[in-house]
């Protein structure tokens, strides 16, 4: 299977009712864990093998940057995809990327994109022109400040050796007079107690998990500097065409919860996070209202002068339209969500399942 994989020859299906997904993350990171080996798991039981999937982890199968292609050419009818790893072939995509800089709120961002990408053509056709359908995305947790001194102000950021991954972050930073570093996020743990770095942003879930940052730094600074999205589910179309209208609807059921355990156990974890780096000792710190209004200057600058810039550095048609339906797709979600439990992820799920996959053809869509 592997050497076939790698020719593109692999066929979509492991045995006549197994398929193949592959996710690159670790079995147990939350994007792999929730939507990937819990949803192989329920959706198995719940069709009686009808409907399995075997989940191929840590680009065992065919690494993060090739993923798109992998599902394309049928190595895989199901897999993650972070429009990151292909700008050149996901620009529509990446300027959604650039734009959640601004967000504020992980789980509004996820249904927002979630929505726009099985709504919006532009978005649709990039998928399509890429040999995927997409069904579904993440946000990460809100990024804030880590860092080994006190960043309460905007003053206190001047000077400082500030790791960035790029894009909009970077400006930010510079913004404030910082200096922006790019280095790999596994070298942000020896950069901080080595002094080479100052701050590193990032979404909390890095303090206690994987990257352990609370063991070296000092304070987090909650100022809510965006989300990263991605598609949490991207399917091969011969796989979806072959499946009969009762086993879409049953799949998307099925991914509604995995898309909403995600962003539930995402937020979870920032508490834990935040909460332990507390007990370690770590000062948790509110921004002061300089920094605040700091940042809101520079996002309201940065999404007026997104469309032109998406043309000149994406080579994108003007993407006013998809900003601004973006953006009230995010605050109407905001405004569902706070209608329910949002740390009930059966409760999550009915929303999704109601108010985006239940408003599909299931008898059109991806044909």
Not at 65 to 70: D, L, R
């Amino acid at each position: 299977m592997t050497a076939a994989a790698l020719t593109g020859l692999a066929p979509v299906a492991a045995t006549a009712d197994t398929y193949i997904a592959t996710n690159w993350l670790a079995p147990v990171h939350i994007l792999n864990e929730q939507p990937y080996q819990r949803f192989a798991e329920d959706i198995a039981a719940d069709t009686d093998g009808d409907i399995a999937f075997e989940v191929y982890s840590s680009e065992s199968l065919v690494p993060a940057a090739s993923t798109m292609q992998g599902i394309r050419d049928g190595v895989a009818v199901l897999g993650v995809v972070y429009p990151g790893y292909s700008p050149s072939e996901l620009p529509v995509n990446n300027v959604l990327n650039d734009l959640v800089f601004t967000s504020d709120d992980a789980m509004a961002a996820a249904l927002a994109y979630t929505e726009v990408g099985l709504t919006n053509e532009s978005v649709r056709q990039e998928w399509r022109d890429n040999g995927g359908i997409f069904v579904g995305g993440y946000a990460t947790p809100v990024y804030n400040f880590v860092c080994m001194g006190a960043v309460r102000s905007a003053a206190d950021a001047q000077g400082l050796k500030i790791r960035t991954a790029g894009g909009a972050q970077t400006d930010w930073v510079e913004s404030l007079g910082g200096v922006p570093v790019s280095v790999p996020i596994g070298d942000v743990y020896s950069g901080l107690s080595r002094g080479s770095l100052d701050c590193t942003l990032t979404d909390p879930t890095n303090l206690d998990k994987g990257n352990k940052f609370w063991e070296v730094a000092q304070t987090v600074t909650t100022l809510p500097m965006g989300v990263v999205i991605g598609a949490t589910y991207v399917l091969n179309p011969a796989f979806w065409q072959g499946l009969s209208e009762e086993q879409r609807g049953t799949l998307l059921d099925h991914m509604a919860l995995g898309i909403a355990r995600t962003q539930v156990t995402y937020a979870a974890d920032v508490e834990a996070a935040l909460e332990g780096s507390r007990e370690r000792g770590l000062e948790i710190i509110e921004p002061e209202a300089d920094l605040v209004s700091a940042l809101d200057t520079f996002q309201t600058d940065f999404v007026e002068g997104l469309p032109q810039a998406s043309v000149d550095t994406r080579g994108v048609a003007d993407p006013s339209e998809l900003i601004d339906a973006f953006l009230a797709a995010q605050d109407a979600w905001k405004e569902k969500l706070a209608g329910i439990d949002r740390t009930d992820p059966e409760a999550v799920a009915e929303l999704i399942r109601s108010d985006i996959f239940g408003q599909l053809d299931l008898a059109t869509f991806g044909m």
